[in-house]
């Protein structure tokens, strides 16, 4: 089988890590085709999802489905700060040491249930390979979002008698600017994604990955254009 006739579908939030992972999946692994799968599971706003039918159309996704999970809101909001009728998100500075390895944006099984949504998804489609966008990240963590994590999901999927599908999470041990050196170099339209917590109009630059993502532009320097060359009103270092 030539490299180039590898099919893939890539778990795709419209965020910057699973953008960036989107084409760099189509573009650098050559994976074709390309099936994107988004999942409305509740979350505060659907900006990510909008984000997510623009990167799949410019990264020439074969499909972009979106999966309709809504009902998970009303299961997880005791436990989250980042479905509808939840409590409020925090800011990254209001979190102590103790919340940092799992802060209150922490989803209950969110990662594990879009994944067993995604790899039923890609068994239907033939397909053995499963894209999923964890990164290291720098200032806080999920337990769902490490390699561990990930080695043991494959461990249940391999149990499969037919048709297995392998998850792949390449970068799991990269930090945030690693992963956005990537999409720089791809000309990825960061633009066309969105990170915050929160929604709204514009990124509220105090939540978790707002300070990530700004984190991880500026130690590029480079410049976010959701914000531009200033982000007022943010600390510059939510340590």
Not at 38 to 64: D, I, K, M, P, W
Not at 207 to 219: D, G, K, L, V
Request: aromatic share 6%; proline share 6%.
């Amino acid at each position: 089988m030539s490299h180039a006739s590898i099919p893939a579908v890539v778990l795709l939030s419209g965020g910057l890590d699973s953008t960036t992972l989107l084409h760099h999946v189509a573009r650098d692994l050559r994976r074709a085709p390309v099936y994107a799968l988004s999942v409305h599971y509740g979350q505060r706003h659907a900006r990510e999802l909008a984000c997510a039918r623009a990167q799949a159309e410019a990264a020439g996704a074969a499909e972009h489905r979106i999966a309709d999970l809504s009902g998970v809101a009303a299961l997880v909001r005791e436990g989250t700060a980042l479905v509808e009728g939840s409590g409020e998100v925090p800011d990254l500075d209001a979190l102590t040491p103790e919340q940092r390895d799992q802060p209150p944006t922490y989803v209950p099984n969110r990662n594990m249930t879009l994944l067993a949504v995604a790899a039923a998804y890609a068994e239907a489609k033939g397909v053995q390979e499963l894209y999923y966008g964890a990164q290291a990240m720098d200032e806080y963590g999920y337990w769902d979002c490490t390699g561990p994590f990930v080695e043991r999901l494959n461990a249940v999927l391999a149990l499969n008698r037919r048709q297995a599908v392998r998850v792949l999470a390449p970068f799991a041990a990269l930090r945030k600017s690693e992963a956005l050196r990537i999409g720089l170099r791809l000309g990825v339209d960061y633009a066309q994604t969105w990170s915050c917590y929160r929604g709204g109009d514009a990124p509220c630059l105090t939540c978790p990955t707002c300070i990530e993502r700004h984190n991880a532009f500026s130690e590029l320097g480079a410049i976010d254009p959701l914000v531009g060359p200033t982000r007022p009103g943010a600390s510059q270092d939510a340590r």
